[in-house]
């Protein structure tokens, strides 16, 4: 079965402390992107790439870190300096170029509180 | 600023009435609107846009994009409890070469039996 994993599916944080979410795709897909959801709100962008080994900043980066070293995969670290970490985040994927008119698949998220 | 903006945030209805949710957007460098179904987890995709005027129908949803007023709608028929879940209308922002989604709040619809 083709898809998008995320894991863990739940998470908590210590002040201080930095985590790692995973999200691990089997569709050949070239890009990848993490958005964040809070409650009442839309999704916001906080990193995506196109291409192993590079990345750009979305709306909110600040304070979360990513890595591209395998096409399949696309780690979210959330780090201490991310003050609200509170959310819901999900992991996308997606062909890149020209029209490919395919849209972003989902994974099924992870939500991470604070302890 | 690029925005999209959905209405309503929230709604109540019958089974079997009908629903039209609403989408307009503000976006640089256009190229498709995009609908998606958010239960518990996971949005899944329902509709992409890319030309005016051009429905999209799957079963009892369908969909349409207004390129020169600039927004989309979203229709539900003979609703169904099991629609019940957050709708997710997002734009495919091109600007600077990069193939990125602006998403609206979303729609909270809830169907009662």
């Known amino acids: 079965d083709g898809g998008i994993t995320q894991s863990p599916k739940y998470l908590f944080r210590k002040e201080g402390q930095n985590v790692t979410l995973s999200c691990e795709q089997n569709?050949?897909?070239?890009?990848m992107y993490w958005y964040r959801q809070d409650p009442g709100q839309g999704l916001r962008l906080i990193y995506y790439s196109q291409i192993v080994n590079d990345f750009q900043k979305g709306d909110i980066a600040e304070g979360y870190s990513v890595s591209r070293e395998k096409k399949e995969s696309f780690p979210l670290t959330v780090t201490s300096a991310q003050k609200n970490p509170t959310a819901f985040y999900l992991c996308?994927?997606?062909?890149?170029?020209?029209?490919?008119?395919?849209?972003?698949?989902f994974g099924d998220g992870t939500r991470l509180s604070i302890l | 600023e690029d925005k999209v903006v959905q209405s309503p945030l929230s709604l109540v209805v019958h089974e079997g009435d009908t629903v039209t949710l609403n989408c307009s957007y503000e976006?640089?460098?256009?190229?498709?609107l995009l609908w998606y179904k958010q239960e518990k987890k996971a949005p899944t995709f329902l509709f992409m846009l890319?030309?005016?005027?051009i429905e999209k129908k799957s079963g009892r949803l369908s969909s349409i994009l207004d390129k020169k007023e600039l927004f989309s709608i979203l229709n539900i028929t003979a609703t169904q409890t099991g629609d019940s879940a957050v709708y997710l209308c997002?734009?495919?922002?091109?600007?600077?070469?990069?193939?990125?989604?602006?998403f609206g709040k979303g729609t909270k619809l809830t169907v009662n039996p």
């Open positions: 997002a734009v495919e922002d091109m600007r600077g070469g990069s193939e990125k989604l602006v």
């Open positions: 569709l050949n897909h070239d890009a």
């Open positions: 996308a994927s997606s062909i890149v170029g020209g029209y490919s008119n395919q849209p972003q698949h």
């Open positions: 890319t030309s005016s005027g």
């Open positions: 976006v640089t460098n256009f190229r498709s």
